[in-house]
């Protein structure tokens, strides 16, 4: 048998103080004249009783029930997704609400059916996530509510975006290879292209492909070419690979991702060339690889963690939400896959 819940009038009973009393101290409320010691009775009585408020009565009261609608794509089948919603979960619990995560997989009929699901519960709002970063169309049914978009992009939509600085990113991994002396002899694997390689899918590459040459070019450096592929390990090793072959021989290498990276570190050691002594490689994302690799891998972080707690700390900002885009840093994680630039 369960056991009965305490309730305010448990408390206001043990207390010695009226029901309105005890509702007035333990909302917190000061317009009504309660004396100190009877607030402070009324307090710890309760803690004492172990009394828990009922959340549906106060969110007919307040017309709020605190709580959050997290729905992803495919988010939280990612390596990333921990850092993405331990940030989220950090910031409602520090504000009592609670967040109910969902994830659609891709399907966008079970993605309106669970975004109904969560309307039906009353959610004071909704965080609509993408695994990565890309432009999208939100579910109908999110028009007009309160939201904010994660990780992507919805132009022309009434709702505020979180997302990752990439073109930042893109400069400080220029400026990192710029203040070793690199300005000849550096080659990007992976170019403009993210995974999937669709027009919705390369705001990443696009970007951080943007800021690398606006650095570069602004120091008297060039990149000596721009190699295409999808962002994978085998990737990185077939095409750094190939590129040796072609009796090139780059300074810098500018992966745009840490698995790229770890295939041209195969692809390097192969050949005979060591990191960073012949040939120094930046990258992004910081996964878990990237300090394992030796030398550890000098790479630009994706803000995970910072990402997931900005969605929710704007979406509980008091007033109305407005259409901005906020641009998280990707801060640089210096390591030692970058040194001079070899001596010919």
Not at 289 to 302: D, E, F, N, S
Request: glycine share 8%.
């Amino acid at each position: 048998m369960s056991e009965r819940r305490v309730t305010m009038a448990d408390v206001a009973r043990m207390a010695g103080v009226s029901p309105t009393t005890a509702s007035f101290a333990l909302s917190g409320r000061t317009d009504m004249r309660i004396s100190e010691a009877s607030r402070a009775r009324v307090l710890q009585v309760a803690k004492e009783l172990g009394y828990r408020p009922n959340v549906t009565a106060r969110s007919l009261r307040t017309k709020s029930t605190q709580t959050i609608g997290f729905v992803s794509d495919m988010i939280t089948t990612t390596p990333f997704a921990g850092d993405v919603i331990r940030g989220a979960l950090e910031a409602a619990r520090a504000r009592d609400h609670l967040l109910f995560i969902t994830e659609a997989g891709g399907d966008r009929a079970a993605e309106s059916s669970l975004v109904h699901a969560l309307l039906d519960r009353q959610v004071d709002a909704v965080i609509y996530a993408t695994m990565f970063t890309r432009y999208i169309t939100p579910p109908k049914e999110l028009h007009g509510q309160r939201m904010v978009l994660l990780n992507c992009l919805a132009p022309g939509f009434d709702a505020p975006s979180v997302v990752p600085d990439e073109l930042e990113a893109g400069r400080d991994a220029a400026r990192a290879l710029l203040a070793a002396g690199h300005t000849r002899g550096i080659w990007a694997i992976g170019g403009h292209l993210a995974v999937p390689a669709t027009p919705e899918g390369n705001i990443a590459g696009n970007e951080r492909m943007r800021g690398l040459e606006e650095v570069l070019r602004a120091g008297g450096a060039r990149l000596d070419g721009v190699i295409e592929c999808d962002w994978n390990t085998q990737d990185g090793y077939r095409e750094v690979t190939a590129l040796l072959r072609a009796g090139h021989r780059p300074r810098a290498l500018v992966c745009l991702t840490d698995r790229v990276s770890f295939g041209a570190y195969q692809a390097l050691g192969e050949a005979g060339l060591s990191v960073p002594g012949d040939v120094s490689v930046v990258s992004f994302d910081d996964q878990d690889i990237a300090a394992a690799l030796r030398p550890a891998l000098t790479t630009v972080k994706l803000p995970h963690y910072q990402l997931g707690r900005l969605a929710v700390e704007l979406i509980l900002r008091q007033g109305p939400l407005e259409a901005a885009v906020h641009r998280v840093a990707m801060p640089l994680q210096e390591r030692d896959s970058i040194g001079a630039p070899a001596v010919d």
